[in-house]
């Protein structure tokens, strides 16, 4: 593995892709999602995995979260395999360890901001109050809203809220700005950038979005399912300071 690919060091990974490879077939035709990609990734940094659509970056953080498995390689999480774990343990890997923000809210419209939180802090096994993590993105005040009286940079951070509640170790982000406009999207940002900041959540979040990258401790770029370029940024900028 080339030393750009991996973190600040061996004792601080908390997660390593190894040889990751991911195909489809469809008919006649088989798609070659992720080729033999590997890299490791760890504590407490925040991560971009940049690329076009096409270019594995969802299909290697559903392959990392537990909700899909490589067709060859290895995942690790703090040195254990879970490419080798029973659906079981994968529950409870996904459950206990893995926060997910999805570009859409996947918000229940039927409960109040307050509620959709509650409904992962009383599965986990050691969570945070919802109220706590409410404010933690800055919505102590619209807990008692439901969906549709929240603008989509709220309902957005509800779901963040939500993910990280369960004080996940990792926290994956696929396009959590693709469906809002550009200054809510920025405080969707620094809300990400706050909980990777104040918890230590490993955060890797993916985009298509160039401009994006700048806020990240490394970039990670992806193109045709292999992993083209790693970078580390000398200076992470605020998320406010972003323009695209």
Request: charged share 25%; aromatic share 4%; hydrophobic share 40%.
């Amino acid at each position: 593995m080339d030393d750009s690919q991996a973190g600040n060091g061996m004792d601080n990974v908390v997660l390593r892709v190894s040889e990751v490879s991911k195909r489809y077939i469809m008919g006649e035709v088989t798609v070659e999602a992720l080729r033999r990609v590997s890299a490791d990734f760890d504590a407490g940094e925040l991560v971009v995995l940049l690329g076009t659509s096409g270019s594995g970056k969802s299909t290697l953080l559903n392959i990392i979260g537990g909700l899909d498995v490589p067709t060859e390689g290895r995942i690790f999480f703090h040195g254990r395999e879970i490419t080798a774990a029973t659906e079981q343990e994968l529950t409870a890997y996904r459950r206990e360890s893995i926060g997910f923000v999805f570009q859409f809210y996947n918000l229940i419209s039927s409960l109040t901001a307050l509620e959709n939180v509650q409904m992962v802090t009383e599965i986990s096994g050691n969570p945070m109050p919802a109220e706590e993590a409410l404010r933690l993105v800055d919505l102590a005040d619209r807990m008692h809203h439901f969906p549709a009286q929240l603008s989509g940079g709220q309902q957005q951070r509800v779901a963040i809220a939500r993910a990280v509640a369960k004080r996940p170790e990792l926290l994956l982000c696929d396009e959590p700005t693709g469906a809002l406009d550009y200054e809510t999207g920025k405080l969707v940002l620094d809300v990400i950038r706050k909980v990777n900041d104040e918890l230590g959540t490993t955060t890797l979040v993916i985009t298509h979005n160039v401009s994006i990258a700048a806020m990240a401790d490394r970039v990670v770029h992806m193109r045709s399912g292999e992993i083209t370029e790693v970078e580390r940024n000398v200076r992470k900028v605020a998320p406010s300071e972003l323009s695209w």
